[in-house]
């Protein structure tokens, strides 16, 4: 196995595939990179049996080969080198030793075969799916905060894509707050289907998208997910059971409808959190008034209030909000103004656009207020 290529390209592939690298394991190969080199390419995966990353380039190859580097050491290495082309040299008859050079730099590291190395799922492409990454990364970032980490409830800790209807909807819910962000898809190959991918499958995607209108492909198999943006192939398995039947949990006969300054309220909120920590926690107070929302929170640090102003009467509803929940809400709207949508002290807060399509909807959960916090 005999190739040499630009030092970025390498590393690139090495950072993106070591992602998907086992930190420890019982079996050594699932701790390193596979390399493969046919067809003029040099593939370089990651695979810690939940997650596969493949990650492709073309390479000068001399000769074809597989074997498997710890990815530590081998990355280590490769990102010391010097901004020149990397030399890869193995010869079989050496064993699994292997030689990298790069200027007058040189290491000889020892490595595994490929066949210790477990094969990644083949998926089927009974349904595909190809959008801009821009739209995809912006989707997966606007809604994985609110996945859960509850393990009890495994479904949630994934979020929902649906394609149907000429648009495609993500939906992440972790028992405290929902968020949904829609974006029109008129694409369709194979049907409308639907999917829950893991939250951390996904982190790793919104990761490899760039800020580009260039194509990401979604193949959905019968039982793992693949993800392919540009040279990079991200392979998981499909999250299985049922989840929340979010149409039906989203309240949408509210009678007070408020409407904000997204970034105002942010400040607002961000200023009487101040006093709010780990350690001493405390829900921000609301009092929705016409015109007016006053903030208050007390906790042993201090108390602190602040007021924004609103749009609408909110009927001097009081109510109370986790400080993080709303803000992680707020800030990822994709809105200037946003419309708050109210019912009672312990009805949740429903967000959404003011106007247009609603390409967004964010849910929270409102926490009982006790008497030390009035």
Request: hydrophobic share 40%; aromatic share 6%; charged share 25%.
């Amino acid at each position: 196995m005999n190739f040499s290529c630009e030092k970025a390209l390498l590393q690139s592939a090495i950072n993106t595939a070591a992602r998907a690298v086992a930190s420890k394991s019982s079996i050594p190969a699932l701790e390193g990179l596979l390399l493969e080199t046919a067809h003029g390419y040099l593939t370089v995966s990651g695979y810690n049996m939940q997650l596969g990353i493949r990650s492709r380039f073309q390479a000068d190859i001399t000769e074809d080969g597989q074997i498997v580097l710890n990815a530590r050491l081998f990355g280590d290495i490769i990102r010391k080198m010097p901004d020149d082309i990397i030399v890869f040299h193995w010869d079989e008859k050496e064993g699994n030793l292997i030689s990298v050079t790069c200027g007058d730099a040189a290491f000889r590291i020892q490595g595994l075969s490929a066949a210790d190395f477990p094969e990644l799922p083949d998926v089927e492409d009974d349904f595909t799916c190809t959008l801009p990454q821009n739209v995809l990364k912006t989707m997966i970032s606007g809604t994985s905060f609110a996945v859960s980490t509850n393990e009890s409830r495994i479904i949630h800790t994934g979020s929902l894509f649906e394609i149907a209807d000429g648009q495609l909807t993500v939906v992440s819910v972790d028992g405290f707050r929902l968020a949904l962000r829609r974006e029109k898809y008129e694409k369709l190959e194979g049907g409308a289907f639907s999917f829950v991918a893991p939250g951390s499958a996904l982190n790793e995607v919104e990761k490899i998208c760039g800020d580009t209108d260039e194509g990401a492909m979604v193949i959905l198999g019968s039982r793992h997910i693949q993800f392919e943006v540009g040279g990079t192939q991200l392979i998981c398995r499909r999250l299985e059971g049922e989840f929340l039947d979010y149409r039906n949990a989203i309240p949408r006969q509210n009678p007070i409808m408020l409407t904000v300054d997204r970034r105002t309220l942010i400040n607002a909120i961000d200023r009487v959190s101040v006093v709010i920590s780990d350690k001493l926690k405390s829900p921000v107070r609301c009092t929705f008034s016409d015109g007016t929302v006053q903030l208050v929170a007390r906790t042993p640090n201090g108390d602190a209030q602040d007021v924004c102003p609103i749009e609408g009467n909110g009927q001097e509803l009081e109510i109370g909000f986790n400080n993080r929940y709303l803000l992680d809400a707020l800030r990822y709207a994709p809105a200037d103004r946003v419309r708050l949508e109210l019912n009672s002290g312990i009805s949740p807060c429903v967000i959404v656009p003011t106007e247009g399509e609603e390409n967004f909807l964010y849910m929270v959960l409102p926490v009982r207020l006790k008497a030390a916090d009035v």
